[in-house]
C-alpha cells in the first residue's frame, strides 16, 4: 500500500508538473502577442501556471524520495490552491452569467450592448488606460480591415464576430439622413476614419466584453477540470504523507509481542460479585 499510494502521487504530479509547461507557456504567449486584446486573463493564467509547477514539483520529490517536510508544504499550499482556483471559477461563472448578442431582424450577425454584461465587466472596459490598450490592439489586429470590402448583400447574407459587429459598423438602428443624425448615442460617436469607425462606442466595448465573457466559460470549464485533478491528487497526497511518516518512524517488530493490559468484561464483575455473595450465605 505504501508504494502503490507513493508512486500515484509521484505519476499524478508529474503529470499535473507537465501540464503547467504549456499553461505558462501561452500565458508568456499570450503577453507578447500584439494581436490578443483579452489582456486581463494572462496574469492568472501565468500565476495558477507556475504553482501548479511548484506545487506539483514539491509533491513528487516529497512522494518519490519519501521527503516528509516537501509532503507537508505541497499539502499546505495546495489547500490555499484548490480554495484559490474554486473562488476564480465561481467568480467567473458569476460574471459571465450576464451577457450575450441580441438578434438583429434580417441579418446574420449579433449586435451587443454594453449595459446587458457584468457591471464589474463594464467597469474594466470603462478605464481608458485599459480600453485605449484594446483599441490600439483590434486596430494593429486589422479586424476592420476584413469586412471593409464588402458589399450591402454582404451585410445581409455575412456573420460577423462580435468585435466586428461593434467597432466596425454603426449599430443596425442608426439612421444619417439630410445631416439628421438618429438611432442613440453610438450613432454620434461613429466616424468614417479608419482610426476612427466605432472604437470609442458602448457596442465596440459591449463586442469585446462578448468575447472575453466566451474566452472566460472556456477558462472556466478548464478550471472545473483541473480542480476535480487537483482533489484527486491531494487525495492520493494525503495517503503519500501518512506512509511517508510511517517509514520514517517504523515501529518495531518487538512491540507485537508486549502484552497489554486486557480489562475484563461487564459480566466478570458481575459474576464476581454473585459468587461472593453466595458464599456468605451458606
Known amino acids: 500500500m505504501y508504494r502503490f499510494s507513493n508512486t500515484v502521487i509521484g505519476v499524478l504530479n508529474l503529470l499535473t508538473l507537465l501540464a503547467s509547461i504549456p499553461i505558462i507557456g501561452t500565458a508568456l504567449y499570450k503577453a507578447r502577442s500584439s494581436t490578443t486584446c483579452e489582456n486581463f486573463l494572462q496574469t492568472p493564467l501565468l500565476v495558477i501556471g507556475f504553482i501548479i509547477l511548484l506545487v506539483s514539483l514539491a509533491g513528487f520529490i516529497g512522494a518519490c524520495f519519501n521527503v516528509a517536510w516537501a509532503l507537508w508544504v505541497y499539502l499546505v499550499v495546495m489547500i490555499f490552491l484548490i480554495a484559490a482556483l474554486m473562488g476564480l471559477t465561481l467568480f467567473g461563472l458569476v460574471v459571465t452569467s450576464q451577457g450575450g448578442g441580441r438578434e438583429v431582424p434580417g441579418r446574420v450577425y449579433k449586435e451587443y450592448r454594453l449595459g446587458d454584461y457584468h457591471p464589474w465587466l463594464r467597469e474594466r472596459v470603462r478605464d481608458p488606460e485599459y480600453w485605449n490598450s484594446i483599441r490600439s490592439c483590434i486596430l494593429s489586429s486589422k479586424t476592420c480591415l476584413k469586412i471593409e470590402s464588402w458589399t450591402t448583400l454582404d451585410y445581409f447574407q455575412r ?25 442613440g448615442e453610438d450613432c454620434y460617436r461613429w466616424n468614417n476614419g479608419v482610426g476612427m469607425l466605432c472604437y470609442e462606442c458602448d457596442a465596440c466595448k459591449a463586442g469585446v466584453l462578448e468575447e472575453i465573457r466566451l474566452d472566460w466559460k472556456k477558462l472556466s470549464v478548464v478550471n472545473i477540470l483541473v480542480l ?33 493490559k486486557v480489562r475484563p468484561r461487564w459480566d466478570y464483575y458481575w459474576w464476581r460479585w454473585w459468587h461472593e455473595k453466595k458464599e456468605q450465605l451458606y
Open 159 to 183: 456573420d460577423m464576430t462580435s468585435v466586428q459587429s461593434g467597432c466596425c459598423k454603426p449599430p443596425t438602428v442608426c439612421t444619417y439622413e439630410a445631416g439628421v443624425i438618429d438611432g
Open 228 to 260: 476535480v485533478l487537483l482533489l484527486a491528487v491531494y487525495a492520493a497526497g494525503c495517503c503519500a504523507f501518512h506512509n511517508t511518516r510511517h517509514a520514517a518512524h517504523p515501529y518495531h517488530p518487538s512491540d507485537d509481542n508486549r502484552m497489554t
